[in-house]
């Protein structure tokens, strides 16, 4: 399967800031999806982006699947959206589960 | 979007016991699993579940130990048997309904072993 790295590993903005959160995977994928955790543990699909751009409210992503990375941009940071955020991804080979980075924590200050 | 009940939310179980997770799909999927995420830890893959199959199961876990069904393209369990502290996770049912598509994962089961 493929390894995925995620940066930084913490974060902590005052509401209202901008912020990129950065994923990086070791070879091609078929799947690629970012996730925030919120605080009760209960994991929330944001994005599901094997290329591409997608926008969601304050929320977009970009995945350049030739450089193997993809970007999280949360604008004008709540504290609701404080939590950790994964992204996760899979290629075509016989590994066809999802595998996850080890998270950035945010934390919104009021 | 597929929707995925788990059962139960929580449970504080004994050391040396046993429990049964169970996950509901709320419609007919490819691919389930079965994930840990271990406090402060991010989220690993235990086993596949193949319908009408043993389950895959990823390094470091075995059958024994976490035993899976799978009886149709809906319903999973994960059974954690003997259980031990360093069983204390959070462990997550997920789906997809083909290669392609984007998995969705229940909310999750707390588990605590005293």
């Known amino acids: 399967g493929i390894q995925v790295e995620q940066s930084p590993p913490d974060l902590i903005l005052q509401e209202g800031a901008n912020s990129t959160l950065r994923c990086n995977f070791s070879d091609s994928v078929n799947n690629l999806q970012w996730f925030h955790q919120n605080p009760w543990g209960q994991l929330i699909n944001l994005f599901y982006?094997?290329?591409g751009t997608k926008q969601n409210g304050r929320l977009s992503a970009t995945t350049v699947a030739t450089e193997r990375y993809s970007l999280l941009y949360i604008s004008s940071s709540q504290t609701t959206d404080s939590g950790v955020y994964f992204c996760?991804?899979?290629?075509?080979?016989?590994?066809?589960?999802?595998?996850f980075g080890s998270g950035t924590q945010l934390t919104v200050l009021p | 979007s597929a929707v995925i009940s788990q059962k139960p939310s929580r449970d504080i179980c004994q050391r040396g016991t046993s429990l049964t997770i169970q996950c509901q799909v709320d419609s007919q999927v490819t691919m389930m699993f079965w994930y840990r995420q271990q406090p402060g830890q991010s989220l690993t893959l235990i086993a596949t579940?193949?319908?009408?199959?043993?389950?895959?199961?990823e390094s470091g876990f075995v059958i024994d130990k976490f035993p899976i069904s799978r009886p149709n393209l809906t319903f999973s369990t994960l059974t954690v048997s003997n259980m031990s502290p360093e069983d204390s996770s959070i462990y997550l049912c997920s789906a997809r309904g083909g290669s392609n598509q984007p998995q969705h994962f229940g909310d999750g089961t707390r588990l605590s072993i005293l």
């Open positions: 982006i094997p290329s």
């Open positions: 579940a193949n319908q009408g199959s043993e389950a895959t199961y």
């Open positions: 996760a991804g899979h290629n075509s080979g016989s590994a066809r589960q999802l595998t």
